[in-house]
């Protein structure tokens, strides 16, 4: 399966044409920062399991004639530019409607995803234009998965105060008392704000509960070119929910902390687009 590299000052990212996944970002201390899972399976049809899987038009499957998380993960991207500068390297991947899409969601559209690799930071976003000429309704989401050396020792702070949808616990809407969020146990929250509220990114930091950080996150979102209430979901299956492509212990060595228009369906007219974005500093 085909993949662009994209190194910066000892930095190097890789990036498969399929499902536009990211799949490892190594620093140029040489160390791992993303996930994927011993398991995964690279046979061009079922997404990755791990790295960064882009997610649209549906975040899980409201949409039962749609895979769960759309069909952006599984599709063939395309390369779209290579651009270097001193300060960053840039990759960008595009993806449109085709037969096969519009046999889900009948709807023109264009996918950008854009890496921006500098000596310190990953920076992605994924964008998604309306190109018709009638409004539609998606949801998109970055699902990164950060290499971490054991999930019980991680906490993702910055979340206090912000409402949560607890999928573990029946979709029961709860806020966030903690001042950093624990991964004990099998997490699936989608943390959001007050409908209406807030327009800020989301920055979090994913450390080690018992001090050191060891990623700097910040999140982001924009509508029809303005900022939006970005949301975070987290998620950790540990052994009880790890999927066929993530044999235990694998769930140990991750975290996902995604950034996305997912907590409800948004509307894009046409002609306009949403971004999702996020900047990744590792300490
Ligand atoms: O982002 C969390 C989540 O929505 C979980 O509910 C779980 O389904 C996870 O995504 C993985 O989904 P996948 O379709 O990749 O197995």
Redesign the pocket.
Same mark, same amino acid.
């Given at each position: 399966m085909d993949t662009v590299v994209l190194r910066h000052a000892g930095a190097e990212v890789e990036v498969y044409l399929f499902g536009g996944t990211l799949c490892s970002w190594k620093t140029a201390d040489g160390q791992e920062r993303i996930f994927v899972s011993p398991a995964a399976v690279f046979d061009g049809k079922k @997404?990755i *399991?791990g790295g960064v899987?882009l &997610?649209f038009p549906q975040?899980?499957q409201p949409d039962k004639s749609m895979?769960?998380?759309g069909f952006a *993960?599984s599709s063939l991207w395309s390369l779209k530019a290579l651009t270097d500068n001193a300060d960053h390297s840039v990759l960008v991947l595009g993806l449109e409607d085709s037969e096969a899409t519009r046999a889900l969601f009948p709807f023109p559209f264009q996918l950008e995803f854009t890496v921006v690799l500098s000596a310190v930071s990953l920076r992605m976003s994924l964008t998604s234009r309306n190109t018709g000429d009638s409004p539609f309704n998606f949801q998109s +989401?970055l699902?990164t998965y950060f290499a971490v050396p054991s999930i019980g020792d991680v906490a993702v702070r910055g979340l206090a105060g912000r409402k949560f949808i607890d999928?573990v616990d029946g979709g029961a809407e709860k806020k966030e008392s903690a001042a950093q969020l624990l991964v004990p146990s099998f997490t699936?929250r &989608?943390y959001s704000d007050p409908a209406g509220v807030a327009t800020e990114s989301k920055d979090v930091v994913v450390a080690n509960k018992d001090g050191g950080a060891m990623y700097a996150v910040s999140n982001g979102a924009t509508v029809g070119g303005a900022p939006r209430a970005v949301d975070v &979901?987290v998620?950790n299956?540990y052994a009880e @929910?790890s999927?066929g492509d +993530?044999p235990p212990p694998a769930f140990e060595s991750f975290v996902?902390v995604?950034p996305g228009l997912v907590a409800t369906a948004h509307e894009l007219a046409p002609g306009a687009e949403a971004t999702v974005s996020q900047m990744i500093m590792p300490f």
């Open positions: @997404a *399991r899987p &997610v975040f899980g895979p769960q998380h *993960r +989401l699902h999928k699936d &989608v &979901v998620w299956p @929910a999927p +993530l996902c995604e």
